[in-house]
Protein backbone atom coordinates (compact mmCIF):
# COMPACT_ATOMS: atom_id res chain seq x y z
CA UNK A 1 0.00 0.00 0.00
CA UNK A 2 1.38 3.49 -0.65
CA UNK A 3 2.06 5.38 2.20
CA UNK A 4 2.04 9.29 2.46
CA UNK A 5 3.00 11.02 5.74
CA UNK A 6 2.77 14.45 6.96
CA UNK A 7 4.94 15.89 9.79
CA UNK A 8 2.13 17.14 11.78
CA UNK A 9 -1.75 16.51 12.04
CA UNK A 10 -2.47 19.83 13.93
CA UNK A 11 -0.09 23.14 13.89
CA UNK A 12 -0.29 26.32 15.57
CA UNK A 13 2.05 29.25 14.54
CA UNK A 14 2.12 32.91 15.17
CA UNK A 15 2.13 35.49 11.97
CA UNK A 16 5.31 36.07 10.27
CA UNK A 17 7.05 32.94 11.22
CA UNK A 18 8.60 30.75 8.89
CA UNK A 19 6.51 27.08 8.90
CA UNK A 20 7.62 23.94 7.20
CA UNK A 21 5.32 21.55 5.91
CA UNK A 22 6.91 18.02 5.39
CA UNK A 23 5.31 15.30 3.40
CA UNK A 24 7.08 11.58 2.79
CA UNK A 25 6.27 9.14 0.03
CA UNK A 26 7.64 5.28 0.42
CA UNK A 27 6.23 4.47 -2.85
CA UNK A 28 9.14 5.67 -5.15
CA UNK A 29 6.30 8.20 -6.91
CA UNK A 30 8.32 10.66 -9.11
CA UNK A 31 5.75 12.92 -8.58
CA UNK A 32 4.52 15.16 -5.21
CA UNK A 33 1.83 17.55 -4.81
CA UNK A 34 0.66 19.96 -2.00
CA UNK A 35 -3.00 21.57 -2.18
CA UNK A 36 -4.65 23.27 0.40
CA UNK A 37 -8.22 22.59 1.41
CA UNK A 38 -10.88 24.87 2.38
CA UNK A 39 -15.07 25.34 2.96
CA UNK A 40 -16.70 26.14 -0.13
CA UNK A 41 -13.29 26.29 -2.26
CA UNK A 42 -12.33 22.41 -2.73
CA UNK A 43 -9.14 21.41 -3.18
CA UNK A 44 -6.41 24.16 -5.25
CA UNK A 45 -3.01 23.16 -5.59
CA UNK A 46 0.13 24.74 -4.74
CA UNK A 47 2.83 23.51 -5.96
CA UNK A 48 3.99 20.21 -7.56
CA UNK A 49 7.38 18.06 -8.43
CA UNK A 50 7.96 15.82 -11.09
CA UNK A 51 11.06 15.70 -9.80
CA UNK A 52 13.57 15.67 -7.22
CA UNK A 53 15.12 19.63 -7.59
CA UNK A 54 12.36 20.38 -10.10
CA UNK A 55 9.28 22.28 -8.79
CA UNK A 56 6.08 23.72 -10.94
CA UNK A 57 3.72 26.61 -10.02
CA UNK A 58 -0.08 25.11 -9.17
CA UNK A 59 -3.12 27.84 -9.16
CA UNK A 60 -2.16 29.43 -5.79
CA UNK A 61 2.03 29.37 -5.26
CA UNK A 62 1.79 32.88 -3.80
CA UNK A 63 3.40 33.16 -0.37
CA UNK A 64 4.72 29.93 -0.49
CA UNK A 65 7.74 27.76 -1.81
CA UNK A 66 8.72 24.23 -2.09
CA UNK A 67 11.71 22.09 -1.56
CA UNK A 68 12.30 18.60 -2.70
CA UNK A 69 15.91 17.54 -2.22
CA UNK A 70 14.82 13.61 -2.05
CA UNK A 71 12.81 11.87 -4.29
CA UNK A 72 10.30 10.89 -1.06
CA UNK A 73 10.54 14.23 0.37
CA UNK A 74 8.65 17.02 -0.41
CA UNK A 75 8.55 20.17 1.54
CA UNK A 76 6.12 23.32 1.51
CA UNK A 77 7.60 26.40 3.34
CA UNK A 78 5.82 29.55 4.16
CA UNK A 79 8.13 32.21 4.51
CA UNK A 80 6.64 34.86 6.72
CA UNK A 81 2.86 32.93 7.72
CA UNK A 82 -0.15 34.57 7.61
CA UNK A 83 -3.74 34.78 9.04
CA UNK A 84 -4.85 33.97 5.32
CA UNK A 85 -2.82 30.91 5.52
CA UNK A 86 -4.68 28.95 8.22
CA UNK A 87 -6.31 26.12 6.20
CA UNK A 88 -5.58 22.26 5.77
CA UNK A 89 -2.86 21.65 3.65
CA UNK A 90 -2.80 17.92 1.58
CA UNK A 91 0.15 16.48 0.44
CA UNK A 92 -0.15 13.54 -2.39
CA UNK A 93 1.98 11.82 -4.75
CA UNK A 94 1.66 9.93 -7.91
CA UNK A 95 3.55 7.32 -10.27
CA UNK A 96 6.00 9.19 -13.07
CA UNK A 97 5.73 9.16 -16.43
CA UNK A 98 2.58 11.48 -16.76
CA UNK A 99 0.87 13.83 -13.97
CA UNK A 100 -2.37 12.15 -15.22
CA UNK A 101 -2.22 8.86 -12.80
CA UNK A 102 -4.16 8.46 -9.85
CA UNK A 103 -2.97 10.57 -6.60
CA UNK A 104 -2.51 8.82 -2.83
CA UNK A 105 -3.01 11.50 -0.13
CA UNK A 106 -1.36 12.19 3.62
CA UNK A 107 -3.25 12.53 6.47
CA UNK A 108 -3.25 16.71 6.00
CA UNK A 109 -1.96 19.12 8.22
CA UNK A 110 -4.20 21.33 9.77
CA UNK A 111 -2.49 24.89 10.17
CA UNK A 112 -3.80 28.22 12.40
CA UNK A 113 -2.09 30.93 12.49
CA UNK A 114 -3.00 33.53 14.57
CA UNK B 1 -9.42 27.00 -18.62
CA UNK B 2 -10.23 22.95 -17.05
CA UNK B 3 -13.80 23.21 -14.97
CA UNK B 4 -15.12 19.91 -13.38
CA UNK B 5 -18.21 20.86 -11.67
CA UNK B 6 -20.19 18.82 -9.21
CA UNK B 7 -24.42 18.70 -8.42
CA UNK B 8 -25.02 18.51 -5.97
CA UNK B 9 -22.57 20.23 -3.74
CA UNK B 10 -24.62 19.40 -0.97
CA UNK B 11 -26.74 16.42 -0.08
CA UNK B 12 -29.75 15.25 2.78
CA UNK B 13 -30.79 12.07 1.93
CA UNK B 14 -32.73 8.69 4.14
CA UNK B 15 -30.93 5.58 4.73
CA UNK B 16 -32.38 3.51 2.26
CA UNK B 17 -32.86 6.10 -0.57
CA UNK B 18 -31.24 5.73 -3.83
CA UNK B 19 -29.51 8.77 -5.22
CA UNK B 20 -26.33 9.88 -7.92
CA UNK B 21 -24.49 12.62 -7.71
CA UNK B 22 -23.30 14.04 -11.03
CA UNK B 23 -19.45 14.80 -12.31
CA UNK B 24 -19.51 17.35 -15.05
CA UNK B 25 -15.90 18.33 -16.93
CA UNK B 26 -14.90 20.88 -19.53
CA UNK B 27 -12.28 18.31 -21.47
CA UNK B 28 -11.76 15.52 -23.36
CA UNK B 29 -10.29 13.32 -20.84
CA UNK B 30 -10.45 9.93 -20.12
CA UNK B 31 -9.78 9.33 -17.06
CA UNK B 32 -11.64 9.94 -13.83
CA UNK B 33 -11.31 9.33 -10.42
CA UNK B 34 -13.99 9.40 -7.23
CA UNK B 35 -12.49 10.12 -4.05
CA UNK B 36 -14.10 10.05 -0.24
CA UNK B 37 -13.33 12.13 2.43
CA UNK B 38 -14.22 11.72 5.92
CA UNK B 39 -14.89 14.87 8.07
CA UNK B 40 -11.57 16.42 9.54
CA UNK B 41 -9.69 13.10 7.64
CA UNK B 42 -7.51 13.14 4.00
CA UNK B 43 -9.28 11.96 0.72
CA UNK B 44 -9.20 8.21 -0.04
CA UNK B 45 -9.47 6.64 -3.71
CA UNK B 46 -12.50 4.95 -4.11
CA UNK B 47 -12.99 4.52 -7.93
CA UNK B 48 -10.78 5.06 -11.20
CA UNK B 49 -12.26 5.09 -14.70
CA UNK B 50 -10.05 4.74 -17.64
CA UNK B 51 -12.16 4.65 -20.70
CA UNK B 52 -15.73 5.56 -22.12
CA UNK B 53 -18.13 3.17 -20.45
CA UNK B 54 -16.13 2.17 -17.63
CA UNK B 55 -18.20 1.12 -14.85
CA UNK B 56 -16.82 0.45 -11.62
CA UNK B 57 -18.94 -0.78 -8.28
CA UNK B 58 -18.53 -1.39 -4.72
CA UNK B 59 -20.56 -2.20 -2.29
CA UNK B 60 -23.64 0.48 -2.21
CA UNK B 61 -21.60 2.87 -4.70
CA UNK B 62 -21.45 2.42 -8.41
CA UNK B 63 -19.38 4.61 -10.73
CA UNK B 64 -19.83 5.26 -14.45
CA UNK B 65 -17.84 7.35 -17.16
CA UNK B 66 -19.52 8.58 -20.40
CA UNK B 67 -16.84 10.63 -22.06
CA UNK B 68 -18.63 11.73 -24.98
CA UNK B 69 -21.26 13.26 -22.69
CA UNK B 70 -18.20 14.79 -20.46
CA UNK B 71 -20.03 13.50 -17.29
CA UNK B 72 -19.59 10.50 -14.50
CA UNK B 73 -22.17 9.78 -11.98
CA UNK B 74 -21.74 7.73 -8.50
CA UNK B 75 -24.54 6.30 -7.56
CA UNK B 76 -25.87 5.16 -4.04
CA UNK B 77 -27.90 2.47 -3.53
CA UNK B 78 -29.99 1.68 -0.34
CA UNK B 79 -27.93 4.38 1.51
CA UNK B 80 -26.63 3.61 5.04
CA UNK B 81 -25.03 6.40 7.62
CA UNK B 82 -21.70 4.82 7.02
CA UNK B 83 -21.86 6.52 3.67
CA UNK B 84 -21.88 10.01 5.12
CA UNK B 85 -18.82 11.77 3.80
CA UNK B 86 -18.02 14.70 0.85
CA UNK B 87 -16.98 12.94 -2.40
CA UNK B 88 -14.72 14.67 -5.23
CA UNK B 89 -14.44 13.98 -8.40
CA UNK B 90 -11.51 14.80 -10.18
CA UNK B 91 -10.51 14.16 -14.45
CA UNK B 92 -6.66 14.28 -15.37
CA UNK B 93 -6.32 15.95 -18.58
CA UNK B 94 -4.57 18.77 -17.23
CA UNK B 95 -1.26 20.07 -17.59
CA UNK B 96 -0.30 19.84 -13.51
CA UNK B 97 -2.02 16.65 -12.34
CA UNK B 98 -5.72 15.86 -11.53
CA UNK B 99 -8.43 18.92 -11.18
CA UNK B 100 -10.88 18.38 -8.78
CA UNK B 101 -14.50 19.72 -8.36
CA UNK B 102 -15.31 20.85 -5.12
CA UNK B 103 -16.78 17.75 -3.44
CA UNK B 104 -20.77 16.90 -2.59
CA UNK B 105 -20.99 16.78 1.15
CA UNK B 106 -23.64 13.63 1.73
CA UNK B 107 -25.03 13.78 4.83
CA UNK B 108 -27.60 10.26 5.20
CA UNK B 109 -30.03 10.44 8.01
CA UNK B 110 -31.32 7.32 9.79
Known amino acids: DVKVTQSSRYLVKRTGEKVFLECVQDMDHENMFWYRQDPGLGLRLIYFSYDVKMKEKGDIPEGYSVSREKKERFSLILESASTNQTSMYLC?????????????FGPGTRLTVT | ELKVEQNPLFLSMQEGKNYTIYCNYS?????LYWYRQDPGKSLESLFVLLSNGAVKQEGRLMASLDTKARLSTLHITAAVHDLSATYFC??????????FGKGTHLIIQP
Open chain 2, 90 to 99: AESSGADGLT
Open chain 1, 92 to 104: ASSLGGALRYEQY
Open chain 2, 27 to 31: TTSDR
